[in-house]
């Protein structure tokens, strides 16, 4: 249906602010990301499970450590796609194409800067890999392993400037649809050489071509949307303008990179390379669903950053926007955590092998960490959508040190263990950081707002612990003959259960009252849209 100015009347979404268009355009990129991700979840576990069982747990942990390792060149990128971003928001809005292709043009030479600098930083790192990796001999081909992953993180900068283009211009599905077809294609043939071949350089190669492929893809299918993009040299007057955002924004690389990688490489060093790749069979199945959530909630970040360049003075508004993006975060969060409580270590278990699974504390520790990172990524994006970037750098530069150095003490008391309760103790204060910023800067608010926050989030997490122990304890009265019922039966009763909680205790609090009122305006608006339609067909 072609959208007429009248179709493009204000939608009644939160305020009403977000035009038909826009609502399509959230809801395909919420729904590419989605379906993106378990397509993705679901290759990765197959491939974790054969890489295990042809190849081992030895190079599971020596690729888990050496990635981690390379993410550290990684941080040389220092925000500048989220700068390009950013300032490609106006350009777009005012259709300006030649402004579109001069950010573009000096987008791609940045990132091929970053591309040679990880190629030589990544080259000169190899010189501590005998040093970080434990348990295990470094021989040459450890090296050579190394230096693919190089590579294929160096190719990605090089190719993929014109993917910003498509974030920006909220039609991040387009990106979704061309790597969801390259995940399937290549994951089928990663499967075929770990079987039949068990070489994990031909696996590493195949990465390889597939990352070369998929940004080929994209760009491809770039020039043929935006025809008025060209190779031109890029405006020093524009990198200039783009600097001070930039180096901001850097902090969260940084942070970002230390609460990711830094993890495995402390427990690589002092306690083992084999436990990384073990510990690696929880984290994957963790981060893969916290990624799922922030991936399909992704769309907030554009549609806060355009009401709030467009009326930065409502406060209201602003408050409602947080309010709502954060219970909707919590209520995703308890709808993976509790299942997840329920049958993660019965699905590392069959998926895996019993000689693989961790203590069960570890599991609690591994999902309080998770749910800390769903509940106070609103309050990030939040901020960032205001352009608050340099308070957002000194949260996430205090955070980050503090990760580092806690885990780095505690690792030698309780291992693991210690290491995922400084990452706990980081994100807290990341967050306390964040929510303070958001309600005394942003929504420019403070005192007993902030005080009421962390209330409502304190018994937000009591609530997730009550029923958490309910659903434990009604799966403790089941009993199934196979683990396929058993984690189809749990999985279902762990959400439901998590679904009735959460709607009965919170139908009457504030959070559920908006929740209700910006579900009645969208059908409200979704009827009105209909009949606008009908009008206009008949006229």
Not at 41 to 67: C, D, H, M, P, S
Not at 143 to 148: D, E
Not at 161 to 167: D, E, I, M, P, Q
Not at 479 to 500: N, P, Q, R
Request: aromatic share 14%; with cysteine; net charge positive.
């Amino acid at each position: 249906m072609n959208c007429t100015v009248l179709e493009r009347l204000v939608c009644l979404v939160i305020e009403g602010e977000l035009f038909v268009e826009d609502k399509k355009m959230a809801f395909r990129n919420a729904t590419s990301s989605l379906i993106s991700q378990l397509v993705k979840v679901w290759f990765q576990f197959i491939l974790r499970k054969l890489f295990i069982q042809y190849i081992g747990v030895e190079l599971l942990g020596i690729n888990q450590t050496l990635a981690s390792i390379i993410a550290a060149a990684v941080l040389v990128e220092g925000g500048i796609q989220c700068a390009v971003i950013y300032h490609l928001y106006g350009k777009l809005a005012d259709n300006d194409e030649k402004g579109i292709n001069d950010v573009l043009n000096v987008y791609r030479f940045l990132y091929t800067c970053v591309g040679v600098v990880v190629l030589v930083i990544g080259s000169v790192s190899a010189c501590f890999i005998d040093r970080i990796i434990t348990g295990i001999e470094v021989t040459g081909i450890i090296y050579l392993y190394y230096f693919l992953i190089v590579v294929n993180t160096a190719v990605s900068y090089f190719l993929a400037y014109k993917r910003a283009l498509f974030t920006a211009d909220r039609c991040d599905y387009v990106c979704k649809y061309y790597d969801t077809i390259c995940d399937v294609i290549f994951s089928v043939l990663k499967i075929a050489t770990i079987v039949w071949y068990r070489n994990f350089l031909l696996y590493l190669l195949l990465a390889i071509l597939q990352t070369i492929v998929s940004n080929i893809v994209i760009n491809i299918v770039c020039e043929k949307k935006y025809p008025f993009i060209k190779r031109e040299k890029h405006k020093k007057e524009l990198i200039n303008e783009m600097s001070t955002d930039i180096k901001h924004l850097f902090g969260g690389s940084v942070a970002a990179y230390i609460f990711n990688s830094v993890d495995n490489i402390i427990i690589s060093r002092f306690v083992s390379t084999i436990a990384v790749g073990l510990f690696s069979n929880y984290t994957m199945v963790t981060t893969t669903l916290k990624m799922l959530i922030l991936q399909v909630c992704s769309f907030w970040g554009p549609i806060m950053g355009n009401h709030f360049s467009s009326k930065p003075d409502n406060k209201e508004i602003k408050k409602e926007y947080l309010q709502v993006y954060s219970f909707a975060n919590y209520f995703l969060a308890c709808m993976i955590i509790v299942p997840e409580f329920l049958l993660l270590q019965d699905f590392v278990s069959i998926f895996l092998g019993k000689e693989r699974l961790l203590p069960n504390l570890l599991i609690i520790i591994v999902l309080i960490e998770q749910y800390i990172t769903l509940v106070q990524d609103p309050c990030g994006v939040f901020i960032v959508a205001d352009g608050q970037f340099r308070l957002s750098k000194i949260a996430d530069g205090t955070a980050a040190i503090l990760n580092l150095v806690a885990s780095l003490v505690f690792v030698q008391f309780w291992g693991i263990y210690g290491v995922i309760l400084g990452t706990i103790i980081s994100r807290i204060v990341q967050w306390i950081i964040k929510s303070t910023v958001a309600f005394r800067v942003t929504i420019d608010e403070g005192g007993w707002i902030i005080v009421k926050y962390w209330i409502n989030n304190c018994c937000k997490a009591s609530v997730l612990f009550i029923i958490t122990i309910i659903a434990y304890e009604i799966a403790l009265l089941m009993s199934f003959e196979s683990f396929i019922m058993k984690f189809f039966c749990l999985g279902i009763m762990g959400v439901m259960v998590a679904f009735v909680g959460i709607v009965l205790i919170f139908w009457f609090t504030d959070d559920g009252r908006l929740v209700l009122r910006i579900m009645r305006n969208g059908i409200n608006t979704v009827s009105y849209t209909h009949l606008r339609a009908h009008e206009t067909g008949r006229n």
